[in-house]
Structures are given as structure tokens and as C-alpha cells.
């Protein structure tokens, strides 16, 4: 999609618009992954959100991690990248340590739960499992794309 943008008379175009979204895929010592149940829509995924303008990508996640959840992370190394064709989100996904803090919900979360791998699957979709299951991997940086409901095949 081209976004026009008017100055006086003329229109220029304008490159695409993206927003720019970080996650932490925080895995306790025992496998045990940091999952959100969501307040907006009831879904479960990492806890993360919009990037900042001001932000490191490394500061951004420590940050929503903390706000949704209560925990503390250390952040570790990007595990993939993700990108939502439909809406234009680009998701960079930090794989995290625990470093403290006591589990808690927010505003944005209405649950928040240490999972398995296996309840990851069981419980998330497709496109928010994959990215923490590709963080347990160690193979990443994994590069992603989807349309919001299901991985698109690699072009």
C-alpha cells in the first residue's frame, strides 16, 4: 500500500508505513517460557509491544516485559524477526533471562504464566508459538513473515 501525502497541489509518495513492535521470549532455567494471557482480546502471547521512539530494541523489551508482567529480564540476543503483512508490524523478538521480580498482571495483561513448550503450542496461535519456540531453537536469528493468523511460506 502507497500513502499519499499532499503538500499544497502536489502529492508525493510516500514510503510505506511500518510500526516497529519488540517481545521477549524469557525462558526460565527449568524450559519454562513467560507467556501473557492479553486484556484486549483474551489471546495468550509474549509480553511486548510498540518500540519506542527513543529506545534501544534492548531497552524496549526490558521495558514491556517489566509493564506487563513484573518480571525483570536480562536481554540476551535477537531470536527473529517478524513481520505482519496485513497490518504492517515488524516484530523483533529478544530472547530473554528472568533477572527478578514477581510475577503480576496489568492494564494489558489479564494473566501471566510460565509455560511449557508444549502448552506454548497448545494455547498460542501459530504466529506468536513459532516465535517462541524459534527462541528455543538457538538457530536464529529466524526471519518471518505472516498475515496475522498463519506463517507465509518463504519467498
Known amino acids: 500500500m502507497l500513502l499519499y501525502m499532499s503538500t499544497g497541489s502536489q502529492q508525493h509518495k510516500s514510503t510505506p508505513l511500518h510500526s516497529v513492535s ?9 524450559g519454562r517460557l513467560l507467556a501473557i494471557r492479553r486484556a484486549d482480546n483474551g ?21 514491556e516485559v517489566w509493564e506487563e508482567t513484573g518480571i525483570h529480564v536480562e536481554v540476551d540476543q535477537l531470536s527473529g524477526v517478524y513481520k505482519n503483512t496485513t497490518r504492517g508490524i515488524v516484530a523483533l523478538v529478544f530472547r530473554c533471562k528472568p533477572s527478578g521480580g514477581t ?13 511449557t513448550p508444549e502448552e506454548v503450542a497448545e494455547r498460542m496461535s501459530e504466529v506468536y508459538a513459532v516465535r517462541l519456540l524459534d527462541a528455543l531453537d538457538g538457530d536464529g536469528p529466524h526471519v518471518r513473515s505472516h498475515d496475522g493468523r498463519q506463517l507465509l511460506a518463504a519467498q
Do not use: C, I, K, Q
Not at 510475577?103 to 509455560?115: G, K, P
Open 103 to 115: 510475577e503480576r498482571t496489568s492494564d494489558e495483561s489479564m494473566a501471566v504464566a510460565w509455560l
Open 43 to 63: 489471546t495468550w502471547e509474549l509480553p511486548g509491544g510498540v518500540l519506542e521512539l527513543p529506545e534501544t530494541p534492548e531497552a524496549g523489551v526490558a521495558r
Open 22 to 30: 519488540v517481545a521477549g521470549a524469557v525462558m526460565r532455567e527449568d
